[in-house]
Every structure is written in structure tokens, then in C-alpha cells.
């Protein structure tokens, strides 16, 4: 069984890439000043977080910064814990921190498993998966959406027919069939 872990005082949170454009590994990254957590996760998932996280902060206070959120870049050296599965977003009751609940892929999910909450117990043996659960301040929910979105502008660009993303030698365009 791989291991969970709960960050009340995240000092990083960020995503980052292995690789070449097309054949790159993406990761999340959490860290406090005990524990440096990276976990594998699809592109898909990246923008889905990011894009549901925009939409959180909207509904919350400014950070009241008044630089740039500038890209977080992830520390060395990268050791992937897990694979991701499902994410859950929540806020704290108080309206200033982000709570986030990262579990793993496992492959023997239960159709009748039960959901989980944000309040639940993390490291409840009877799961068969590993979780991370993390409370980011706003501005750091703030940065890891710039990052993404910059790490998803660094890719393959896409064919201007389909929306597809393109590789170096082009790719086979279902528009033109």
C-alpha cells in the first residue's frame, strides 16, 4: 500500500513536466517543510484542475498580491508516488484556503465504493488507495493555474482543422477524410 499524506502548511504546490512535447509526463508537486510529494497525473487532468480552480477563485478574496504569479517551478529530485485517479476541490469554511483531496488509481474500485468528503478520515485502513490532502492558500491555487496554463502553451500546437495536437511530422487529419 502506497502512502497518504495530509499538508496543512503547504509551502509548494505546483505541476511540472518530464520529457519532450508529445511523449511528456506530467506530475503534481506538494510540499511542507517535512514531506516533497510528486504524483503522475494525464495532461487532461492539469487542465481540468486548473480550469475548476479558476473558477473557485473567482468566487473568492483577491490574494492581495500585487506582483505577477509567476510559474512555480518544481524541485528536484522527482520521485512519482502514484498515479493519480480522482481529485476533489473544496474551500475551508472560512473562505481563505483551498482544500484539495488527491487519490490514487487503483485498479480494483468496487462499483458500489462509497465517495468520500473533504472531512473524512485520510488514513482510513480499509482504502485501498493512497490520498493527498492539501490546504493551499488562495494564492497558491492562483500560481498553479498560471503554471498549468503555461505548461499546456508549451506543447504540441494544435491543427488549426480539428483542434487536434499536432506532432513534429504532422499528424492525419480526420477533417480531411
Known amino acids: 500500500m502506497t502512502?497518504?499524506?495530509?499538508?496543512?502548511?503547504?509551502?509548494?504546490?505546483?505541476v511540472g513536466t518530464q520529457g519532450e512535447p508529445g511523449s511528456r509526463l506530467f506530475f503534481l508537486q506538494v510540499c511542507d517543510?517535512?514531506?516533497q510529494v510528486?504524483?503522475?497525473?494525464?495532461?487532461?487532468?492539469?487542465?481540468?484542475?486548473?480550469?475548476?480552480?479558476?473558477?473557485?477563485?473567482?468566487?473568492?478574496p483577491s490574494p492581495g498580491t500585487?506582483?505577477?504569479?509567476?510559474?512555480?517551478?518544481?524541485?528536484e529530485p522527482i520521485?512519482?508516488?502514484?498515479v493519480v485517479g480522482q481529485i476533489a476541490v473544496g474551500v475551508s469554511d472560512e473562505g481563505?484556503?483551498?482544500?484539495?483531496?488527491?487519490?490514487e488509481l487503483v485498479d480494483d474500485l468496487d462499483d458500489d465504493a462509497e465517495?468520500?468528503?473533504?472531512?473524512?478520515?485520510?488514513?482510513?485502513?480499509?482504502?485501498s488507495g493512497a490520498r493527498i490532502r492539501a490546504h493551499l492558500k488562495v494564492d497558491q491555487a492562483a500560481r498553479f493555474v498560471e503554471t498549468?496554463?503555461?505548461?499546456?502553451?508549451?506543447?504540441?500546437?494544435?491543427?488549426?482543422?480539428?483542434?487536434?495536437?499536432?506532432?513534429?511530422d504532422g499528424h492525419v487529419c480526420p477533417r480531411w477524410n
Not at 79 to 82: A, G, K, Q, V
Request: hydrophobic share 35%; glycine share 4%; net charge negative.
Open 3 to 14: 502512502d497518504s499524506y495530509q499538508f496543512n502548511s503547504v509551502s509548494r504546490f505546483t
Open 33 to 35: 517543510d517535512e514531506h
Open 38 to 60: 510528486s504524483v503522475k497525473l494525464e495532461k487532461q487532468q492539469v487542465q481540468a484542475l486548473a480550469h475548476y480552480l479558476k473558477g473557485v477563485l473567482e468566487d473568492l
Open 66 to 75: 500585487d506582483h505577477g504569479l509567476e510559474e512555480v517551478q518544481p524541485l
Open 79 to 82: 520521485y512519482l508516488e502514484w
Open 96 to 103: 481563505d484556503e483551498v482544500v484539495l483531496v488527491i487519490e
Open 115 to 127: 465517495e468520500f468528503s473533504l472531512d473524512d478520515d485520510l488514513f482510513d485502513p480499509s482504502d
Open 148 to 168: 498549468a496554463a503555461e505548461l499546456v502553451r508549451k506543447g504540441r500546437p494544435p491543427c488549426r482543422l480539428c483542434g487536434q495536437p499536432m506532432n513534429r
